[in-house]
């Protein structure tokens, strides 16, 4: 009877990659390196040599002159640096959507639809009477022909106000969102990367609404100890600071930014790996890293509150696990009345989507 043999392991080779399994790497090497093209490159080489990425049909120096070819990279500047282009960095926010959007359930598809019916351009199944006011986009013409065949009979066709047939549509909701991103000193603390996968969703969410909801807004800020908006284009760009996390200065930023939208339905999506740590008094910085400051505390908790008068949703994403941190946002979520989620790293994209799709509201007139 033969029983189980034992061989030596031999490590699987990764080779035979092209240029589109190349780019993918590439890309998410970008998103890790800030955008940093020489250190980019120098760490695929070094993937190369160990795992063979590469074979003697199509070398790395051939994936580079393609890079160029196809419009991913900029000819050398005169001081000698490489940079991306424009189609390099829709490209990573592309990559960023598949990979945290792509596994999605076709149920979720979503489109901002609300409870409520009317001038919408999603088709229900709901039918009734013509009502002044009523478009004729709205008139379902082969339920109003019926009628009038029923109530006036077919051998002449009659067709009056009565026989008119509406068809239901659901409105879509028009949203003005703010992303809050965290780029205090532990982002990066303690040897574990949370401004990559930050990053990563912030760019997904960009493409996101491009594609799917370009009527939406989407502004972006960032917050250390104090806080300024950015550009979509500056998301792969984007590195952590040594800064305290002065959520106070973003918190008020967010509120300033869609208290200028003219949307009805307004909200924030803070992602942040920590407690509140810093406060801007005047022009002095009040600073204290070491636990739950009430001054603080009591600060960001006003401004949670501000937001609820004004009908803004704060969803926090808490990229820790210390009981703590819990309790702070637990009792930040309960002043908003907003939601918290306690997410890892691999959960985070997941996370903002549903709520993303989910949490609409739509106020009808």
Known sequence: ??????????????????????????L???????????????ILNDLDRRYRLTDPSYGMGDFIEDLKQKGFLEEPQ????????????????????EEIFGKIKKSSRGNHITPNTGHGDELTSDRRE????????????????RNAQINHGVE????????????????????????MIDISHSMILYGEDRITPAKNVAMALAELIRIKYPKDTLDIIVFGNDAW????????????????TNTVAGLELAMDILRRRKTHNKQIFMITDGKPTCLKIGLQYYKN??????????????????ARRRNIAITTFMIARDPYLQQF???????????????????????????????????VR
Not at 79 to 92: L, P, V, W, Y
Not at 130 to 145: A, H, K, P, V, Y
Not at 162 to 179: F, G, H, N, P
Not at 236 to 243: F, M, R
Request: proline share 3%; aromatic share 12%.
């Open 1 to 26: 009877m033969l029983g189980i043999r034992f061989t030596k392991y031999t490590q699987p080779q990764l080779g035979g990659k092209k240029f589109e399994d190349l780019l993918k790497i590439f």
């Open 28 to 42: 998410q090497l970008l998103t890790i390196t800030s955008g940093n093209v020489s250190q980019t490159l120098e």
């Open 78 to 97: 005169p001081e000698g640096e490489i940079r991306i282009t424009a189609k390099t960095e829709q490209s990573i926010r592309k990559q960023s959507l």
């Open 130 to 145: 013509f009502r002044f006011g009523d478009s004729f986009e709205q008139i379902d013409l082969t339920d109003s022909i």
């Open 156 to 179: 002449q066709f009659n067709l009056s106000e009565e026989d008119l047939t509406v068809q239901e549509k659901d409105w879509k909701a028009l949203t003005s969102t703010v992303l």
């Open 229 to 244: 908006p950015i550009d979509v284009k500056d998301l792969p760009y984007l590195q952590v600071g040594p800064y305290h």
């Open 289 to 306: 890293s070491f636990g739950l400051d009430r001054k603080i505390l009591n600060k960001t908790l006003d401004f949670a509150a501000v």
């Open 329 to 363: 946002v637990s009792e930040f979520t309960k002043v908003n009345n907003g939601r918290a989620f306690y997410s890892g790293l691999q959960g985070l994209g997941e996370y903002i989507f549903e709520d993303y799709i989910i949490n609409r509201r739509q106020r």
